[in-house]
Protein backbone atom coordinates (compact mmCIF):
# COMPACT_ATOMS: atom_id res chain seq x y z
CA UNK A 1 0.00 0.00 0.00
CA UNK A 2 1.38 2.99 -0.97
CA UNK A 3 1.50 6.29 1.02
CA UNK A 4 -1.70 8.29 -0.27
CA UNK A 5 -0.14 11.45 -0.96
CA UNK A 6 2.41 10.57 -3.62
CA UNK A 7 0.42 9.33 -5.96
CA UNK A 8 -2.67 11.87 -5.31
CA UNK A 9 0.47 14.49 -6.00
CA UNK A 10 1.25 12.94 -8.86
CA UNK A 11 -2.22 12.05 -10.24
CA UNK A 12 -3.94 15.55 -8.51
CA UNK A 13 -6.12 13.27 -6.44
CA UNK A 14 -7.27 15.47 -3.39
CA UNK A 15 -6.80 14.00 -0.18
CA UNK A 16 -9.27 14.41 2.61
CA UNK A 17 -9.10 12.56 6.42
CA UNK A 18 -10.21 11.91 9.05
CA UNK A 19 -9.78 10.93 12.91
CA UNK A 20 -11.26 9.42 15.52
CA UNK A 21 -11.64 11.73 18.89
CA UNK A 22 -8.58 12.60 18.22
CA UNK A 23 -7.88 14.03 21.83
CA UNK A 24 -8.76 10.04 23.22
CA UNK A 25 -6.78 8.03 20.61
CA UNK A 26 -4.36 10.04 18.90
CA UNK A 27 -3.60 11.79 15.56
CA UNK A 28 -3.21 10.24 12.24
CA UNK A 29 -0.10 8.05 12.26
CA UNK A 30 2.79 10.21 10.46
CA UNK A 31 3.14 7.23 8.37
CA UNK A 32 0.56 8.48 6.26
CA UNK A 33 3.16 11.06 4.84
CA UNK A 34 -0.33 13.30 4.10
CA UNK A 35 0.86 17.02 2.88
CA UNK A 36 1.00 19.40 5.47
CA UNK A 37 -2.38 21.38 4.32
CA UNK A 38 -4.50 17.71 3.71
CA UNK A 39 -8.00 18.67 5.39
CA UNK A 40 -8.67 16.75 8.54
CA UNK A 41 -11.90 16.39 10.48
CA UNK A 42 -11.89 14.98 14.09
CA UNK A 43 -14.65 12.80 14.64
CA UNK A 44 -16.81 10.92 16.94
CA UNK A 45 -19.05 8.99 14.27
CA UNK A 46 -17.58 5.74 13.45
CA UNK A 47 -18.52 7.12 9.65
CA UNK A 48 -16.94 9.81 8.38
CA UNK A 49 -19.81 11.73 6.38
CA UNK A 50 -20.11 14.08 9.25
CA UNK A 51 -20.73 17.41 8.22
CA UNK A 52 -17.64 19.41 7.68
CA UNK A 53 -16.15 16.86 5.83
CA UNK A 54 -19.50 16.74 3.78
CA UNK A 55 -19.14 20.72 3.35
CA UNK A 56 -15.55 20.17 1.61
CA UNK A 57 -16.98 17.30 -0.83
CA UNK A 58 -19.43 19.77 -2.14
CA UNK A 59 -16.76 21.31 -3.83
CA UNK A 60 -15.82 17.67 -5.63
CA UNK A 61 -19.45 17.41 -7.10
CA UNK A 62 -17.43 16.72 -10.58
CA UNK A 63 -15.73 13.55 -8.89
CA UNK A 64 -18.14 11.47 -7.68
CA UNK A 65 -16.05 8.44 -7.05
CA UNK A 66 -14.26 7.84 -3.40
CA UNK A 67 -11.15 6.10 -2.64
CA UNK A 68 -11.51 5.13 0.86
CA UNK A 69 -8.45 3.56 3.52
CA UNK A 70 -8.40 3.41 6.72
CA UNK A 71 -8.56 1.23 9.80
CA UNK A 72 -11.00 -0.97 10.95
CA UNK A 73 -12.61 -2.24 8.30
CA UNK A 74 -15.78 -3.49 9.55
CA UNK A 75 -16.50 -0.31 11.79
CA UNK A 76 -15.34 2.87 10.13
CA UNK A 77 -14.56 1.97 6.90
CA UNK A 78 -17.51 -0.31 6.60
CA UNK A 79 -19.88 3.27 7.93
CA UNK A 80 -18.57 4.99 5.88
CA UNK A 81 -18.40 3.58 2.61
CA UNK A 82 -22.61 2.57 3.09
CA UNK A 83 -22.89 6.01 3.80
CA UNK A 84 -21.23 7.56 0.45
CA UNK A 85 -23.12 4.92 -1.56
CA UNK A 86 -26.31 6.21 -0.12
CA UNK A 87 -24.92 9.63 -1.02
CA UNK A 88 -24.72 8.40 -4.51
CA UNK A 89 -21.21 7.91 -4.34
CA UNK A 90 -19.10 5.36 -6.59
CA UNK A 91 -16.70 4.00 -3.62
CA UNK A 92 -13.89 2.33 -4.11
CA UNK A 93 -12.54 0.48 -0.86
CA UNK A 94 -8.66 -0.69 -0.82
CA UNK A 95 -8.17 -4.35 0.18
CA UNK A 96 -4.11 -3.59 1.29
CA UNK A 97 -5.18 -0.09 2.51
CA UNK A 98 -7.98 -1.36 5.60
CA UNK A 99 -7.16 -3.25 8.74
CA UNK A 100 -7.93 -3.90 11.56
CA UNK A 101 -7.18 -4.98 15.43
CA UNK A 102 -9.14 -7.81 14.61
CA UNK A 103 -7.49 -9.27 11.23
CA UNK A 104 -10.84 -11.89 10.68
CA UNK A 105 -12.97 -8.66 10.34
CA UNK A 106 -11.39 -7.51 7.50
CA UNK A 107 -11.92 -9.96 4.72
CA UNK A 108 -15.84 -10.06 5.95
CA UNK A 109 -15.95 -6.41 6.02
CA UNK A 110 -14.14 -6.51 2.05
CA UNK A 111 -16.64 -9.08 0.98
CA UNK A 112 -20.23 -6.92 2.47
CA UNK A 113 -19.07 -4.03 0.75
CA UNK A 114 -18.55 -5.61 -2.56
CA UNK A 115 -22.08 -7.20 -2.19
CA UNK A 116 -23.16 -3.33 -1.39
CA UNK A 117 -21.99 -2.10 -4.06
CA UNK A 118 -18.56 -0.52 -3.39
CA UNK A 119 -15.53 -1.67 -5.75
CA UNK A 120 -13.15 -3.37 -3.68
CA UNK A 121 -9.50 -3.35 -5.32
CA UNK A 122 -5.65 -2.54 -4.28
CA UNK A 123 -3.52 0.43 -4.17
CA UNK A 124 -1.90 -0.57 -7.68
CA UNK A 125 -4.79 -1.63 -9.49
CA UNK A 126 -7.31 1.71 -8.89
CA UNK A 127 -3.63 3.88 -10.00
CA UNK A 128 -3.44 2.13 -12.79
CA UNK A 129 -7.38 2.60 -13.58
CA UNK A 130 -7.33 6.24 -12.68
CA UNK A 131 -4.48 6.58 -15.24
CA UNK A 132 -5.88 4.52 -17.96
CA UNK A 133 -2.75 4.90 -20.84
CA UNK A 134 0.98 4.30 -20.15
CA UNK A 135 0.79 7.33 -22.71
CA UNK A 136 -0.01 10.03 -20.29
CA UNK A 137 3.44 11.74 -18.18
CA UNK A 138 2.21 10.87 -14.65
CA UNK A 139 2.35 6.99 -16.10
CA UNK A 140 6.71 7.13 -15.24
CA UNK A 141 5.83 8.98 -12.00
CA UNK A 142 3.26 6.21 -10.55
CA UNK A 143 5.08 2.91 -12.27
CA UNK A 144 7.87 4.32 -9.60
CA UNK A 145 6.16 4.39 -7.04
CA UNK A 146 4.47 0.79 -7.92
CA UNK A 147 7.85 -0.53 -8.25
CA UNK A 148 8.80 1.07 -5.08
CA UNK A 149 5.89 -0.05 -2.71
CA UNK A 150 5.64 -3.49 -4.51
CA UNK A 151 7.45 -5.70 -1.84
CA UNK A 152 5.36 -3.96 0.81
CA UNK A 153 2.41 -4.74 -1.35
CA UNK A 154 2.65 -8.18 -1.70
CA UNK A 155 3.10 -8.74 2.11
CA UNK A 156 0.50 -6.97 2.59
CA UNK A 157 -2.17 -8.68 -0.22
CA UNK A 158 -1.01 -11.92 1.07
CA UNK A 159 -1.27 -11.72 4.44
CA UNK A 160 -4.70 -10.92 4.01
CA UNK A 161 -4.40 -13.83 1.05
CA UNK A 162 -4.27 -15.72 4.69
CA UNK A 163 -6.77 -14.53 6.69
Known amino acids: MFSPSSPGKILSIPILATTQKASSLGPLVSELELPPNTPTFDKTAFSMCVPELLRELTSTRDKPSLIIMGIESHICVTQSTLDFLARGRKVYVLADGVSSCN?????????????????????????????????????????????????????????????
Open 103 to 163: KEEVPIALERLGREGAVVTTSESILFEIMGDAGIGEFKGVSGLVKEWGERTREGLRALCKI
